[in-house]
């Protein structure tokens, strides 16, 4: 499903290509996998391929794939400048460079800074020049799109977007984290601004497919999602030539679990009334198939469900993962889920929540720290711990928190209690924070991480 970004009219793919984690062995990405992955997914009307200067050899591999397919200019590429390393305006012309050479191209079309955590953040690195370098570089035609991806609270995100004209923004979104970060309220104010929003970690760093409590697994494997019959594409074999990449919704023949051929042709207008209406009698009467969601697939669907989403990014390794995402988006117009979806949905919140420590919604009301403790990030790292129980909750924790010379954790706490004015839940903060401390902080994982972060740096430069 095509659709629209806001400021520039660009057609984008509702599945998005995240090249963080692309296949590979010891941290070799699989070039020839890589490729072939591209060329499935340009054959399932992807066009949108997410990179970044700090994900290793990604932008390598998504540049040697463009190329080998000869599809440059059937492709929107967006990478990212990270921020954490840079010291001055120098750091960054010489990373943007580096861009160019990775990519093997002359031109990046979405460009991001990368990962904002506050407003405080973004004006440091504006009065680095930064931002006012990229838009010279735009102006010579090197970046087409300018924005940002943002994973601090909602009341700086809405700052940022208030601080200049950007074009797009990247931001975390899945049916957990509704009220965390940016969530939909920040969806909707960048909606209203005009700005299209790309969506990372639609399934929570894989805990929407992998972690679902059984009671509400139960309730998806009884769903029935209606694809509805599209020929809108003849079917095309992957192939390395840029031909074969269309506009197109869907490659139908493709997806692994079809029962019936597609034969039938929907307008758009035909299949919006469609999915309003969530009809599976409606639906079956055009001969379209049907299918049970995988809970990937249903919150991959949550989101795309949101008005002002373009595109959602997944990190896909496989044909089959690509195939069943591409199921799952091709028809969904904001607003087609049907009601038993949704259903479904707030089950498995409900029962994901209990297992949540704070009920901390996100919303950055209790700051500023005046010890700079990031509150809501904190606790969401903790709750993420305790969901998921994987370190990576950790380590993310440690690298948003306690890393680039920032001293952002519950270890900074006081215990002043001023926060807690604030906070719309009425949450005990100052007595939070110890435990939260105890919890993620722990020596003999910060430092680790705190010294491979240095040695990245050092290894940049
Ligand atoms: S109680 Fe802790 S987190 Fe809250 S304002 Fe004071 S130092 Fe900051
Ligand atoms: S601690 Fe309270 S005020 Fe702060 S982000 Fe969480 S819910 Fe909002």
Redesign the pocket.
């Known amino acids: 499903m095509l659709r629209t970004m806001p400021k520039t009219g660009d057609k984008i793919n509702s599945l998005g290509f995240g090249m963080m984690r692309l296949p590979g062995k010891l941290g070799k990405i699989d070039q020839a996998q890589a490729t072939k992955l591209v060329a499935h997914a340009l054959n399932q009307g992807v066009n949108y391929f997410d990179t970044a200067y700090l994900y290793p050899g990604s932008e390598e591999a998504t540049g040697a794939a463009i190329e080998a397919l000869g599809c440059r200019k059937d492709v929107y590429i967006a990478t990212k400048l990270p921020l954490f390393v840079l010291k001055n305006l120098n750091d960054a012309k010489k990373i943007f460079e580096q861009h160019f050479k990775r990519l093997k191209t002359d031109y990046i079309d979405y460009y991001l800074l990368h990962n904002i955590s506050s407003y405080e953040q973004y004006t440091q690195i504006a009065d680095m020049g930064v931002v006012d370098f990229l838009v010279a570089e735009m102006s010579q035609g090197r970046i087409r799109r300018l924005g940002f991806s943002y994973h601090g609270n909602r009341s700086d995100f809405k700052r940022i977007l208030d601080a200049r004209d950007w074009d797009f923004c990247q931001i975390q979104l899945n049916y957990l984290d509704e009220e965390f970060q940016a969530g939909v309220e920040g969806l909707a104010y960048a909606k209203e601004k005009g700005v299209g929003v790309v969506v990372m970690e639609p399934l929570r760093g894989g805990l929407l497919a992998n972690s679902v409590p059984k009671d509400a697994l139960t309730e998806i494997s009884k769903l029935e999602i209606v694809q509805r019959a599209s020929n809108t594409i003849a079917p095309t074999a992957p192939t390395t030539n840029s031909n074969s990449t269309s506009n197109t919704t869907s490659n139908a023949n493709a997806t692994p679990t079809s029962t019936t051929p597609a034969t039938a042709t929907t307008s758009t207008s035909e299949s919006a009334a469609t999915n309003q209406q969530g009809a599976h009698t409606l639906l079956a009467q055009r001969e379209s198939r049907t299918y049970t969601p995988t809970p990937a697939q249903l919150a991959l669907r949550w989101v795309l469900n949101n008005d002002g989403v373009i595109c959602a990014l997944s990190g896909m390794r496989a044909i089959e993962e690509l195939d069943s995402n591409a199921q799952a988006a091709m028809d969904l117009e904001p607003g087609g889920m049907c009601a038993d979806e949704v259903n479904a949905v707030e089950y498995a919140k409900k029962l994901f929540n209990e297992k949540i420590k704070v009920l901390c919604t996100g919303c950055g009301y ?1 700051l500023p ?5 990031n ?1 809501p990030l904190a606790f969401a790292q903790y709750n993420n711990k305790h969901v998921t129980r994987s370190i990576n909750a950790t380590a993310m924790y440690i690298t948003s928190l306690l890393t680039g010379g920032r001293r952002e954790g ?1 270890s ?9 004015k604030k906070c719309p839940q009425s949450l005990p ?2 007595d939070l ?1 110890p435990m939260v401390k105890k919890d993620m902080e722990k020596p003999y994982l910060v430092y680790p991480v705190r010294f491979a972060l240095h040695v990245m740096k050092a290894f940049r430069r």
């Open positions: 209790c720290c005046p010890h700079k403790v509150i519950a900074s706490c006081v215990g002043c209690h001023l926060c807690e903060i100052a924070m």
